[in-house]
């Protein structure tokens, strides 16, 4: 029997009862699909940073690379200052695990309301890939006369061919697999003609070893009106790391919103990690009130990554006919049903 150490990283706020549900859930289809799962929980978030300074503990990292996989709650905390906590733990996890895609599906379910008039599951089916380890994302640049009338702050966007190109790579390799017909590489070559420049040219080159997928180019502003106006003429898009950031919001209300929304930060050749993209609804915290649903889809997808892919499809199954059959709304307090009833009708599902 195939066996996976899962670390866990419940997070803040509502974190922790969201991952709760979707580790019931990955038990469940563990048990259905016979193979073994072992969790190990870490502490690491606002709480954690508040009682003793630390956001991640010396040695994290490298423990954290052990595991097949991990399994993100959410990470914000009302009481500390936006940047620490997104920065220490997720951003340094993505950048020092070298998980260099941001895969962020973007599919609409039958049952689900979607803001666009006349679109449903036909039309609302994509997947975003975004490069996830360089970009405006690395922190490079820095402040001159700091708290000065002549005060200066870059913000540089790093782009290397090597970077760019394994996560074209990437986008490449899923359309192969996925059997998606397209792929479209979102950009600003008329503005950002450097970075964009060598993005446009590693596609079309790359893409020459890919003649089964069929290139299209959009600009990032342009693509904002068409996820709109036509979402179902996008099969694949690959983008950098900030634009791949706005998009998949976009992306996340077309499909239904924070309820469903997930997402793996990905190294093909390392430790992965999947994660709800929405964040840590403080608010709601302890009131079973959140949607579990985005962290049951990451679940989902983590199962994929392990190559469980019957397990995975039986989650995404599941989940959904609990939307369209059982659940009033994705939205928390909503649903006519509890955070773990929503984790129970997923298994009973199954
Ligand atoms: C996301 C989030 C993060 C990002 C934040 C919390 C650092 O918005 O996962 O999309 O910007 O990547
Ligand atoms: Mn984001």
Redesign the pocket.
Known sequence: MESYKIALIPGDGTGPEMLREGVKVLQAAAKKFAFDLTFEEFDYGGERYLKSGEVLPAGAVEELRKYHAIYLGAVGHPEVKPGILEKGILLRLRFELDQYINLRPVKLYPGVETPLKDKGPDEIDFVVVRENSEGLYTGSGGFMRKGTPHEVAIQESINTRFGVERCLRYAFEYCREHKRKTLTLCGKTNVLTFAFDLWERAFHEVGEEYPDVQREYAHVDAISMWMVKNPEQFDVIVTDNMFG?II??LGAILQGGMGIAAGGNINPQGTSMFEP?GGSAPKYTGKNMINPLAAICAGGMLLEHLGEKEAATAVEKAVMTVCSEHIQSLSAGKMGAGTSEVGDLVVDNL
Do not use: E, L, V
Request: aromatic share 0%.
């Open positions: 950031d998949t919001d993209i």
